[in-house]
């Protein structure tokens, strides 16, 4: 592979690994605060993408559409809180993950119902629409946007995480419920809070991600077999190993594609295993 | 001396229930095939409640072994020729026992939701090696067509509809009696008590590990023997039979059937397969109802039909409800 398409195609896998971050940001906290796997992350994705669709195609703004795409994603992310998961915190464990396996066949039909099955494409924004040129190749600026979004996602979430009062909340209540709730904190307001919080940044990340994924059914399933892979190997605890994991998931996904386009989808799960036969806790997981 | 009764009130139930399964063939062709694919389904299903109901283990990756027992059959009959039922029977056997103690090995390693994740990864890997390193040999996303029904030796052939499900039958009894034993042993006991509390069993001084490892090569054992008679039955096997929605697919129809009672997993791919086959002709969004129905069964029908049934039977015989 010659150098600059060797640097675009990790460009591409930065972008890519930025995207998974959006969805595995709140994947890995809800898992940490809530001890759930929430299955139906990749649909509030797949919905925020098509939502935002939709929105650009009514009202011709990208931005708006990236709102919408969010605003759909935290609903849905509501929804689910509120009126299901609720019912099943404390039980085994499972059942959260069963229920929100269900609830995302739920999404992905009333999407093949709402969207058809045409897979649809989305401009970027005319102002993002062109390329640079990166040592003699032209590199869509789109991309490199993506990846100025993603860190700034991670700068916000970091200050919010380690800075405001909010996020000390939230810590706190990863590190011990009882004790939180002893102090007056309202547990299952933070919970809500923080499953609005993951699932606004899957839709925004469904939108944002549209114009280099593109929106298809299934998707949701793509994506959260990655971002599950991301929680696995990153480990539960630190925003940071997150971003780190979601990034060399990234890489090497889209590296495996270009390098060994067969073994791509094994690349990652090869990884998964090996790092769980290793460090079972996860390469930033703290030891419980 | 409750009990007592209750067996022989259960006599006329099973002869009842005997007598229909043996009665299937009587009904047209279509109803034949649908009851021969339940009983299949309610095999695999079964090995899934041995795992989840009884050890307490819920794992996302039985299709690995549906799918290596399917693709075994398919390989040797149609690419290698091999005709005898019980050589293919035993290279399933060797198969899945292999692949079980390996991945099995290492799921152990980690519990609960993560265990659930990593047979999931682990489930998705070998679809990923049968899909392209062993193209040649699965033809990949075409699968493998044309596989011909069993020759059981002593001039029996399974070649009609009928046949076929008899043979289907008395492989499933042997399943289920097989079952009926495991969980009835002090091994079985030994599983739902680790399902129930694996601390304190490991203070009573019983290797969990092991007997954890056991139940997971069983259970794949029983996946891999439904995955075979689904070859059979089926003539064609694909790439779906290896992933992982078939693995949910085995946790819903346990759900529904009712997680941990015996007769769950048949009720489960009965109502499963039934539900199935019928809404099938009215609508796409199969999968959206299902999830609708799971949902359900999540939130308010934990214990399943088998639950449900229990619940109904102690209310009509006048017994107490209480305490349950």
């Known amino acids: 592979m010659e150098l600059p398409v060797a640097i675009s195609q990790v460009l591409n896998g930065i972008a890519f690994g930025m995207l998974l971050f959006l969805l595995a940001a709140g994947l890995s906290l809800m898992f940490g605060l809530m001890g759930i796997v929430n299955l139906a992350h990749g649909a509030y994705f797949m919905v925020g993408g098509y939502v935002g669709f939709t929105t650009l195609e009514a009202t011709d703004s990208f931005l708006l559409a990236i709102a919408a795409g969010g605003a759909a994603g935290a609903f849905l992310g509501f929804l689910t809180e509120r009126f299901f998961m609720r019912r099943v915190y404390g039980l085994h464990g499972h059942e959260s993950i069963l229920l929100t396996f269900a609830l995302s066949l739920v999404l992905s039909d009333l999407s093949l119902f709402l969207w058809t099955g045409t897979p649809r494409w989305v401009q970027p924004p005319s102002f993002l629409d062109m390329s640079f040129t990166l040592l003699g190749n032209p590199y869509p600026a789109y991309r490199l946007a993506i990846i100025a979004i993603g860190t700034i996602v991670f700068v916000g979430l970091y200050w919010f995480q380690e800075r405001t009062l909010w996020g000390a909340t939230v810590r706190a209540g990863v590190d011990d419920k009882e004790m939180a709730t002893g102090l007056g904190i309202n547990i299952p307001l933070v919970f809500t809070m923080v499953f609005c919080l993951g699932a606004f940044l899957a839709g925004f990340g469904g939108f944002v991600g549209a114009p280099i994924l593109g929106l298809h059914i299934g998707l949701d399933i793509e994506v959260i077999m990655l971002a599950l892979a991301v929680v696995i190997v990153g480990g539960i605890g630190s925003l940071t190993g997150c971003l780190v994991t979601c990034l060399l998931v990234g890489l090497s996904d889209t590296l495996g594609k270009v390098l060994w386009p067969s073994y791509a989808s094994l690349t990652i799960y090869l990884v998964v295993v090996i790092v769980l036969l290793v460090k079972p806790e996860g390469l930033f997981g703290k030891r419980s | ?324």
């Open chain 2, 1 to 324: 001396m409750e009990k007592a009764a209750y067996r022989w009130k259960s006599i006329p139930v099973a002869m009842a229930g005997i007598a229909a399964v043996l009665m299937v063939p009587l009904l047209p062709d279509y109803a034949v095939t649908l009851a021969t694919s339940i009983i299949i389904y309610s095999i695999y299903v079964t090995s899934a409640n041995l795992l989840t109901g009884y050890t307490g283990l819920v794992s996302l990756g039985q299709a690995m072994f549906w799918g290596s027992g399917a693709y075994v059959v398919a390989i040797l009959t149609t690419r290698a020729h091999v005709t005898n039922l019980y050589l293919i029977a035993l290279i399933c056997l060797v198969t899945v026992v292999l692949l079980s103690a390996f991945f099995g090995a290492l799921a152990l390693r980690v519990k609960r939701l993560y265990f659930m994740i990593v047979t999931f990864a682990f489930g998705h890997v070998v679809w990923c090696i049968a899909m392209y390193p062993m193209q040649r040999i699965t033809f990949g996303y075409d699968g493998i067509k044309d596989i011909a029904r069993p020759y059981l030796g002593f001039s029996l052939s399974t070649a009609s509809g009928v046949s076929f499900y008899y043979f289907v039958v008395m492989v499933a009894a042997i399943c289920f009696f097989g079952m009926r034993l495991v969980i009835n042993s002090p091994f079985g006991h030994a599983l739902v008590g680790i399902r129930d509390n694996e601390h304190r069993m490991m203070a009573l001084g019983y290797n969990t590990y092991l007997y954890k490892y056991i139940s997971y090569m069983l259970s794949a054992v029983i996946a891999g023997t439904a995955g075979a008679l689904f070859a059979y039955f089926n003539g064609y096997v694909n790439p779906s039979e290896l992933h992982w929605l078939w693995s949910g697919d085995a946790l819903m129809m346990m759900f529904i059937g009712g997680v941990g009672t015996f007769w769950g997993p048949l009720w489960g791919a009965l109502a499963y397969t039934g539900l199935r086959y019928w809404l099938s002709s009215y609508t796409m969004y199969w999968f959206g109802i299902e999830g609708i129905i799971f949902i359900c069964v999540v939130l308010f029908f934990r214990g399943g039909i088998a639950g449900f049934v229990g619940n109904l039977r102690r209310r009509l015989s006048g017994g107490s409800t209480e305490g349950r």
